[in-house]
């Protein structure tokens, strides 16, 4: 079957009629294609007829009427829900805020305050060696306990006892020379009175009594140079036999053996100035402790001297042993601001060892105690300590002193009277001015005038020990 070509009008060329398109057209052979003759029924009209203005506008009238719909059924409902969601915000806004209160309440009178300490012993001396020689024995050693006068050791001194033995024969040879010069004193004496009582006669010479008298002078002077002498060798005898008396060492009081150095046979050096000499023994009274504690400033004008004082220790579940005040000193440590305070504690069964980290648990007596609120009422900001109250149904920012953080509960020392609403808990809402509603206006909840733990626990970094 033959194929028709297909000839639209060219460019130029304007559409027959449609009786003109009917009439047979001679038939023309087509190249390539055999030949054949172009039929009339093969012929395709290709021109489309264009659309009229009335269909365009139909169109866009059912476009309009679609987005209608649309906006109709989608944007509007959602800004009717935006508009609705706006004015419960602003209701919720203006709405009063419903707080809970706390009504603050003095603390009480008596506080235990508990601070820590470090016992020291009553007394703690090093003993060193008064004269040069060889510890001939130690008679105790280490945690041994030893009473006032008590040997405790033996130095051997050989150069000691040969001086002082020299030293003693040197003093009876003055004592002899004393003799001798009082001998010679006493004669004299004579001799001047005999010819002096030769005066005005021709039996003696003016030159004669003159020598004489010389001579008494002579004899005196002799004496008091003798006298000298033999006291200047007793004080060398005394001297010698002091250090004679330093080779027995002797405990200077009750208490026990914390150190030794020398064992039998070690050099002895008396030297104590020495930086690299140590000493032979080291004693200290247990028996009777002392307790330093730095007490904060905020208790130091609450410590007075003679109050009882209970210490205990970790090491000695269960024990109170109970002390006193010795004193304090008066002045604040910059570094810290803490007053060093003493304590003395009896300590008759050395149940207590000196180094121990103890607890000490005053009793403070305050005048008037603050109050106390609820921790989280409190708000810090630039504009200071302040806590929120409810005046008149509004809230009302009132500045505050702080005293003593206890963890759930803060001292108040100034800027409330104690018959405020104190707000609990104050949030980003509860702004100066705004209306509030109490949760329970009748049932209040108070805040408890002590913790369960009535003890006060301050911490210190600082070491207890005095410097």
């Not at 005898?237 to 004679?244: C, G, K, N, P, Y």
């Amino acid at each position: 079957m033959d194929t028709a070509q297909l000839t639209p009008p060219t460019s130029g060329q304007h559409p027959r009629p449609l009786r003109e398109r009917n009439k047979p057209e001679p038939a023309h052979a087509t190249p390539g294609h055999g030949g054949a003759p172009l039929q009339e029924h093969d012929a395709i009209d290709l021109n489309v007829r264009q659309p009229g203005k009335a269909s365009i506008v139909v169109a866009l009238v059912v476009i309009a009427l679609a987005l209608a719909a649309m906006l109709a059924v989608g944007i509007i409902p959602r800004i009717g829900i935006h508009n609705e969601i706006a004015a419960d915000a602003a209701a919720a806004a203006n709405a009063p805020v419903a707080v809970t209160v706390a009504t603050p309440v003095r603390a009480a009178t008596i506080m235990n305050v508990a601070l820590p300490g470090t016992l020291r012993p009553w007394q703690e001396v090093s003993i060193f060696a008064r004269t040069t020689g060889y510890l001939k024995g130690f008679y105790t050693d280490i945690s041994e306990q030893v009473k006032k006068g008590q040997l405790m050791a033996d130095i051997e001194t050989p150069e000691i006892d040969q001086q002082l033995r020299g030293a003693q024969a040197t003093l009876l040879q003055m004592k002899a020379a004393l003799a001798k010069s009082k001998s010679d004193l006493a004669l004299a004496e004579v001799t001047d009175r005999r010819f002096e009582s030769l005066k005005g006669t021709n039996g003696v010479t003016q030159l004669e009594l003159d020598q004489y008298a010389a001579s008494l002078q002579s004899a005196r002077a002799g004496v008091q140079s003798a006298e000298a002498n033999v006291a200047s060798e007793e004080a060398e005898v005394h001297r010698l036999s002091d250090l004679q008396s330093f080779e027995k060492v002797l405990a200077p009081f009750n208490g026990v053996v914390t150190g030794r150095t020398y064992d039998v046979g070690s050099m002895i050096i008396a030297n104590p100035t020495s930086n690299d000499i140590k000493p032979m023994f080291k004693i200290a009274e247990n028996d009777v402790l002392r307790v330093f504690v730095n007490v904060p400033q905020s208790y130091s004008l609450t410590i007075k001297k003679g109050m009882d004082v209970n210490v205990t220790a970790r090491e000695r579940p269960g024990r109170v042993y109970t002390g006193k005040v010795m004193g304090t000193t008066n002045y604040l440590d910059p570094t810290n601001r803490s007053l060093l305070t003493e304590i003395k504690v009896p300590n008759p069964d050395f149940s207590l060892l000196p180094g121990m980290f103890v607890e000490a648990n005053f009793s403070v007596k305050r005048d008037k105690p603050p109050l106390l609120i609820p921790a989280p009422a409190l708000v810090s900001d630039s504009a200071g300590n302040r806590v929120a109250i409810v005046q008149d149904g509004k809230v009302h920012f009132e500045k505050v002193d702080l005293g003593v953080d206890y963890g759930k509960e803060l001292e108040i020392v100034g800027g409330l009277n104690g018959d405020e609403q104190v707000i609990a808990n104050p949030g980003e809402k509860t702004i100066e001015g705004a209306e509030v509603t109490v949760a329970d206006e009748n049932k209040p909840a108070p805040v408890t005038a002590e913790p369960k733990d009535s003890t006060k626990r301050v911490a210190e970094s600082t070491d207890s020990r005095p410097k």
